[in-house]
Structure formats: structure tokens, C-alpha cells
């Protein structure tokens, strides 16, 4: 047997480590015990990661319209029509949107050949979307973008407040390491700020059901309870930091009761969690996208790390703000400079700056100033300044604000390129080229958790037909426009060696980010020059987990700030003095509801990934609608049927839900349904694109709707071998199955004209079996060739007279049906019916929700119980906190 090759999962920001293994045509995925990160754990998608290896849908082979081409006549086309762009109209006129999905080292020449050759700062990324107020508001406070916090303050902290996170989901193992600390010691008081109740709640000692948008006021009467209460550490206020007597002047006035009111929360919990934080020196506050994603995340960051710079609570063991990031290389592109506004190596568009980057680049066209964020950047193709874009490794057709106006500005831009892992994605549908760039167990580099930590990502796959990697396909165009000399790499470790070697350049310890003891590894040489470093490939391959920044060889770097000493000029951290605001638009009689919107657990953004593991699917496999059940009660929606979402620019369609954990006033939708897996349900097309003033992110949380019932006249379901174009349907989505693919239909005419249709797209009457209640208009019917079935539909008027797809989807992985199961397949069940499992909750060891409560029923009280019994959350524990929950609602 092969050894395993060590590598990082490419999900999300914990960065954890895996161990890939070869095993029966395929391969295993397990977590590395080695890693710091995870010690071994995974979630249920790093664990998932061994089926969505397939070649399936992947992009293959370069295309222009459509059409294969050779590299050769891609990468010059992509050259010329950028190079003609740029002579015509400058080098604004062209953009590069990216992806905190890319590693270090494509970033890296990314943002070199924008920022250093073409000479425009026009690189922005989906970073934007995601981390640019934590950003902005680190930078403010300490004179850098640094986290100064790692994993195992959360371990050691007495209080962990995670507000705006769902961590639980969106964070896994970082959740499972709070757990097992708050589990090994009863003491530590867990805090979770956020409107719905959460699966993170699970471990809460306190949940605040905050009113949308309301969290800065809540830390700024924070701050101010501190003063009154003397908790505030005056020496290292004086000490360290600056503006504070403005910062605390302006929070005065707001007491407990004022607080209370503006967050919807009643005075004793307010009371309480401040009491907490008072009383607990060793507090880390974690932050999301509930923070970030708001018209005023920056100041809103700028309110947490105030409440931590009073009490000196910052980069201390166990005490410490900590923004954690989502994507495995936010940090990473941070790092190179990814972000319009900052220039490279944490470096910004100062004078001195931009000389420095210049000089070591040998780059004497550098972007002087910053250029379009993201949201900007889509309104300038728009109206036609920027007339080449090139999109890579992120699918802003879905997950920009807005988005049918950014699809309509890739429609209107004269040249879009997309390098992209798969051939089928919303953005793709609007690329002239796609280049098809190399995927996770193919692509060699380096990414950055959210402790700062760099992990390898390493191949264990041959590059598939003419994929390629990201820096490759950049580095190939630089060079034919004309910069052979800056982008001759032949290795991703030269890429790593020139950016480290970047970021202590002219450094000495002025700037946060500096990895240049990495290069001192193997050559001894002091770094300031750009020499070569012939034998860091050997030190690149084996480069153990380390956290910048590194100056010496093999020392990492666990906390940030613990000495007090900051980045700004002074040396001193700032109290950014701010006035709480509202989101940007309230909800008014047009639109009640505030639209919140966020992750599943077993989803990945857009689905190019997950979506392709059945398992994953079978926790959630349709977009939903989840309200209280009072607000469904009030306009008459059913649980089970559809509902649409109004916002100023589009809607969504999706199934309801109910949900008592949901903030009265407040909808949840996920983000994960594209226009590739189902007809409305991209949530950003009814998104306003406000953003942030100061970092540009989008207020995804807020949107104002409506929200009304779908009188569907039928629906139904259809289990395919084959994907089927559904466009005719008003609703449908579209995931894969065990063995093919599923869809939901439904529509609003009286009698379902799929039966129909389908009987015409596929023909051959012999094959079908077919059972039509034409009066009361219910329909079943399946094709079988050889005993194999092809296709299963049902369609009824009533979404809850549908039986449940399980059994038969298992059918599909059969090569011939028997005669009972052949007998059963119109009534939808097996004949000597095994009790069916329900939804998947357990997604590692495929246990239902159905058996979970009979086993609950049985007896089984505990999550220990449930898992002997039934296996259910053995494995990666990801359902832990959902098993917890059936077991306190049973
Ligand atoms: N399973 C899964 N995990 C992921 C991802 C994924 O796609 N799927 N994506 C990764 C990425 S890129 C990111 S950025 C992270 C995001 O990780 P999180 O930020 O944890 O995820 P979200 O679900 O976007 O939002 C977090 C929470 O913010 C809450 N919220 C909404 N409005 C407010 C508010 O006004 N105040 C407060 N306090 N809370 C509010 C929402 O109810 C939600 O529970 O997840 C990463 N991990
Ligand atoms: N309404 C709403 N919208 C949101 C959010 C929200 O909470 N609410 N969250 C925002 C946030 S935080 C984020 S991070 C974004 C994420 O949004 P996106 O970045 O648009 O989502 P992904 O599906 O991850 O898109 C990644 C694309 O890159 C491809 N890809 C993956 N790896 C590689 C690679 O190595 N190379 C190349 N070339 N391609 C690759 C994938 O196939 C996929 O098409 O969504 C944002 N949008
Ligand atoms: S928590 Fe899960 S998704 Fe995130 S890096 Fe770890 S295994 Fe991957
Ligand atoms: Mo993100």
C-alpha cells in the first residue's frame, strides 16, 4: 500500500488536515492526527471528500464559445484581447475577479500580473463577500489585517461568544474543539449571538435571539458597562492604545435597558451576558458573516475589538477577538493582496509601498491606486468601463448581490474568462472562454486557515486531460503579453519563495506578515533580495502546518499582540469611536420579513462540490423557506408546500419550512442552490447590493421581503438515471441520487402535464408502467428496460401525499428489479414494508430521522445511546448537535 498522502481539506476555513488513501479504485479520506488544526477530526464534507472525485462534470479541455481549442489558441486569445483592451483604454478597462478558493500561489501571480504588469489594481475577490469588514476593521484597530487569536484560546477561554456564526455548520471542527473543552470542563461559558436559534446553540450556556442587525449596540453598551462596572484595563488603554476617551464618550448614554430595546432581547439576558463578560478574563468573541455582511460590519467588528482592547483582552492565552475566516485560503489571498485596496504582502497603496513592491518585482507599470471592489467592479462591466473581466475559482452569477444584475453584466461585457474546475456552472453559462483549471488532489501549494496557520495541499492525482493549475494558466497568459522575465515559474514552491521573500522585504518588523524564516530554512541567506532558492523545493514539499508570521526557521507564531504593540505609526491599537446604524433598508408593510441567508452543514457554496456526494445531499436536498410557525400561520403557508420571497430585485422559490428557533419576522433561505440545480432559487437575485462603505461587503443578512404562499396546482417528483431539463416546470431543483438523479417538481397548472411529457421525451411504450387517478389527479409511472429502472415519477395534488423518495432512489442501484420490488414500485414502498429511515441525519453512517426517533421512542436518551444503538454521530460527530436536539424535543 501506498503511503498516505498528506494534504488539507479545500472546504472551509479550519483548514484541517487529511490523509488520502488509495483503496478500491478510489480513495480514502481520514483526518491527519498530525494536523493541529483538527487532530484527526473531520466533518461530514471532509469526510464526503472521496465522492466528489469524479470527472462527471468537470471542464476538460479549454473552450471558446463553446467549442474546444487547444491551449496554445486559448491562452493567446485571453493574452490579445486583454492586451488590446489595454492599449485601446488603459488598463482599468480590464479585471480579474478571484477566489479565496485559489491557493497562495495562483493568488500570488494573479495579483502580480494585475497590480504589477498590467498596471490596474482592478483584482478583487469573493474575499469582498466574505472577510473585507473584519479586514477593514482589524486594519483600524490594529494597524493591520492580523487575527490575533488561534484554535486553542477557544480551548482554554472561560467564555467563548460566537456571534453571527453558526459554527456548528459553517465551522465543524472548530465547534467539535469548543465542545470537547466545555465538555472536559463544565465551567466555560459558552455565548451564541444570533437571531435564529442555531445548531451552535446546542452547547450555549446563553442565546441571544438578536434583532437583525442590531449586534453593535449590544458591544457598545458593552464597553459602556465595563466603564460603569470598572472592569475597563486603564493602564494598558494608556499604554497601547489611542482614541479611547472618544470610543467611550460616545457609548454613555446606552444603558442596559436602551441596549435591550434595539436588540429585541430582554434586559436580564443583556444583563447577564455582560455580568459574564465582565467577570470572565478569558474570553474569546469569534465572528462570522453575521458580523461581517452588513452595510455596517466594519464598525461593527470595530465595536467587538473595542470591548477587547479595554480589557487588554487581545492575543492573550484564552482572551481575544477572533475573526474567523470561511473559505480555506480567505487568510491566504489576504496575505498576496488579493483585495483591491491593499497592494501585496499586507502591504497598501502607500508611496513607499508601492515603490518597495515595484522595486522587488522589477515592475515599472505597478497600480498606483486601489481599484473596484467587487460589487463596483460588476457595476463597471456593467455600464461598459471595464470591457475584459477574467473570473477564477468563484461563481459570482450566484453569489454576488444582486445577482441577475451581475449576470446581466457579464452578458453585456465583451470578453469573459472563467477558469473553473466545472463545465456547467451559472457563471460559466456566461463565459466566451472557459479554461479548465486544476482541482482539489490535483493542485500543489499552500492555503491559510483561520490561525494563520499555512498547510500544504499536496496532489495525489494525476492533472485530468488538459487541466491545468490556476498559476500556470495565469503565468502562461502573463507571458504571451508580453512579461516572460516575472512569470517564468516552473514550480509552485519558486511562486512560495518569491512571496516570501516579498514579505520580508524591507520588512523589520513593520508589517504583521512576514514568512521569510521559511525561506531561511534551507538557504541561510538574509532576505531582502530576490535571489534564487535552489533548494527550498525540497523544504516547500515538506513543510510542516506552521502559523506566520515565521522570521526564523521552523518558528511559528501562536498569538499576535500579546505585548501590547500594535502596527499603526504609534505602535499603539486604536477604539474606533462609531455610531450604531441600522441595515440599510428596514422592512415596511411591502415586505415584513427580514431575508436571512447562510449555510447547511453538508452544502458547499454553489454545489459544485458537495453536490456531488449523494450522502451529502441526504441531510438537506431542496431549498427551503424556514419561518416561525406563527408568522407561516399568519399567511397561511403549509410546512411542506412552496413559498415565494419578494425582494426590491428578484425572488426565490423554495419549499417551507417551520421552525420555532426561527426570530419571529425572520426568514432563512441557504445560499447553496444555483440556477444549474434549480429554477428560483439563487438567493442573491433579490439581494440589494448595499454594501459597507468603508470595506465594500454586502449586507447579506437583512434584505427586506415578502413572503407569500405558491398555490401549486400539483406536485411531484422524478428519479432519473440521467440529469432532466426541467426548464418547463415553474419550480423544480436538482441534486444527484444514489445512482442518478432526482428532481421536485411542481407547478401551477390544475392538472400536472408532466406524465405527459415525459411519456413523450422518452417514448417507448412498452417499458412503461403507468398508474393515472385521473379524477383526483395523481399520476405515478416508470420506465424499466431489462428489469432496470430507468425513470420513477409521481405527481399528486398534494406535496404530503408523495411518498418518500428513499427506497426508491435504492432502487436505481440495482441492475434488475424483482418481482416484488417490481410489484411495489408504483405504490412507492416495498410491499413488505421495511419501516422507512426518513431524512438523513447522520450522513457519515446513513441514519434516519425516522429511526432516530423510533430509537428515542425505544428508549435511547443520549447521544452515546443513540450511538450504540444506532451508530448515528460515531463518526465525524457533525449530527451531534442535531441528535441532541431530537433527544430534548422528544
Ligand atoms: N457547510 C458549510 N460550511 C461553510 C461554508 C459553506 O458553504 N457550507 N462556507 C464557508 C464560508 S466561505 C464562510 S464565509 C463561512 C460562514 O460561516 P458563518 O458566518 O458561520 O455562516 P452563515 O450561515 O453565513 O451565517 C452565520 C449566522 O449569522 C446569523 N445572522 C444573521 N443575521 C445576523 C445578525 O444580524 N446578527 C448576528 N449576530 N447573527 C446574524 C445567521 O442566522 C447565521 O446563523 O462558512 C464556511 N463554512
Ligand atoms: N446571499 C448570500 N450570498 C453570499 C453569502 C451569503 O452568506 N449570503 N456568502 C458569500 C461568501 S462569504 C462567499 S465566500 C461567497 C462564495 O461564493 P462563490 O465563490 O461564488 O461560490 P463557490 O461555489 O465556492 O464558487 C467557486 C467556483 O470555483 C470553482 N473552483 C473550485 N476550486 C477551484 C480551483 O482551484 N480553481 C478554479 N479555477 N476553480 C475552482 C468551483 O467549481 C466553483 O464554480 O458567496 C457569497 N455570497
Ligand atoms: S471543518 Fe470540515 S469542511 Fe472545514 S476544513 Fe475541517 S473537514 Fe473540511
Ligand atoms: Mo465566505
Redesign the pocket.
Known sequence: MREPVRTTC?YCGVGCGVLVTPSDGGFTVRGDPEHPANLGRLCSKGAALGETLSLDDRLLYPEIEGARVSWDTSLDTVARRFRSVIDEHGPDAVAFYV?????TE?YYVANKLMKGFIGSANIDT??R???SSAVAGQKRAFGADTVPACYEDLEIADLVTLVGSNAAWAHPVVFQRIAAAKHARPGMKVVVIDPRRTATCDIADLHLAMAPGADAWLFLGLLNHLRRAGAIDWAYLERHTQDFGAALTEVAELTIPGVAAQCGLSEADVASYYRLFTVTPKAVTLFS?GI??SSSGVDKVNAILNVHLATGRVGQPGASPFSIT??PN?MGGREVGGLANQLAAHMDFTPEAIDRVSRFWEAPSIAKKPGLKAVELFDAVRDGRIKALWV?????A????DADRAVAAMRACPFVV?????RD?D??RLAHVR?P????GE?NGTVTNSERRISRQRPFLPLPAEARP?WWIVAEVAKRMGFENAFNYREPSEIFAEHAALSGFENDSRRDFDISGLLSLTTGSAVGAKEEHPSFAVAYDTLKPIQWPVTEAGRGTARMFGSGRYYHESGKARLVAAPPRPPAHAPDAGRPFVFN???IRDQ??????SGKSARLLAHIDEPFVELHPDDLRRIGLQPGGLARVRGASGAVLARVTSSPEQRPGSVFTP?HW?GCHSAQAR??AL?PAVTDPISGQ?E??QAPVAVEPYAAGWHGFVLSRQPLDCTEAEYWTRVRGRAGWRHELAGLEADCPWPDRLRQRFGQEDGWIVMHDRAHKRYRLALLQSDRVEIVAFFDREPTALPPRQWLESLFVKAALDDAERAALLLGRPSRAAPDSGRIVCACLGVGEHDIRRAIADGASSVDALGTKLKAGTNCGSCIPELKRMLANT
Open positions: 479545500p477566489s479565496g478558493q485559489l491557493l495562483d469573493n474575499s463577500l466574505c472577510m458573516q461581517n455582511q470561511g473559505q480567505a477564477m475559482a468563484t461563481n459570482p450566484v453569489s454576488l448581490p472563467l477558469s473553473d474546475n466545472n456552472t457563471t460559466a479554461l483549471a486544476a482541482a482539489w493542485k490556476d441567508t447562510g449555510r458547499w457554496h454553489t454545489m459544485t462540490r445560499i444555483s438567493v442573491g439581494i454586502p447579506f443578512k
